[in-house]
T-cell receptor, first 112, second 112 residues
């Protein structure tokens, strides 16, 4: 099936640092979603993107739908301890069965 | 409160003993899906359902069955569990395919 490549797989940062992660696909996508999963819970939607070039913020989080429609980026500014978790990108391809496919996740660890 | 409820949260069983993980959503969503989450592999789709009585295989359907007799319920059935099905399972739903997915809290299954 379709695959997304998400990087980095893990990040170890200091509190207050900015964070960047991204996802790339070999297919053109028409939807990009970013989720966060905290320990013992299911993923929760952070940001949804539906248009190439779209830049959307949710508090300290900013995500962009790449203009090639094959990638997306998530940035977290001024990280705080509660940002710890696994971040997943998910996308839907216009060529596929319209199902969402998920990246492998980025595990974020923050040192206070 | 809008939610996806899956049970049980934790399950330990033995090889070959049939089990069912239940999933229910109260948002009148048409689309429901099951995922398994394994370290380094992200979320992989097992089965999905576009509506009542309409189900289809995801990327890793072997060893699993599902049914969708009612809109709100989408149980996952393991007829003869094996150790390689030890995993964290998530049920999810959305109003339509490729829209924002809402996830349950997960079921940690161990097959001995």
């Amino acid at each position: 099936g379709q695959q997304l490549n998400q990087s980095p797989q893990s990040m170890f940062i200091q509190e207050g640092e900015d964070v960047s992660m991204n996802c790339t696909s070999s297919s053109i996508f028409n939807t990009w979603l970013w989720y966060k999963q905290e320990p013992g819970e299911g993923p929760v939607l952070l940001i949804a993107l539906y248009k190439a070039g779209e830049l959307t913020s949710n508090g300290r989080l900013t995500a962009q739908f790449g203009i090639t429609r094959k990638d997306s980026f998530l940035n977290i500014s001024a990280s705080i301890p509660s940002d710890v978790g696994i971040y997943f990108c998910a996308g839907s391809s216009i060529q596929g069965a319209q199902k969402l496919v998920f990246g492998q996740g980025t595990r974020l660890t923050i040192n206070p | 409160e809008a939610q996806v409820t899956q049970n049980p949260r934790y399950l330990i069983t033995v090889t070959g003993k049939k089990l069912t993980v239940t999933c229910s959503q109260n948002m009148n969503h048409e689309y429901m899906s099951w995922y398994r989450q394994d370290p380094g592999l992200g979320l992989r789709q097992i089965y999905y359902s576009m509506n009542v009585e309409v189900t289809d295989k995801g990327d890793v359907p072997e060893g699993y069955k599902v049914s969708r007799k009612e809109k709100r319920n989408f149980p996952l059935i393991l007829e003869s569990p094996s150790p390689n099905q030890t995993s964290l399972y998530f049920c999810a739903s959305s109003y339509r395919i490729n829209e924002k997915l809402f996830f349950g809290s997960g079921t940690q299954l161990s097959v001995l």
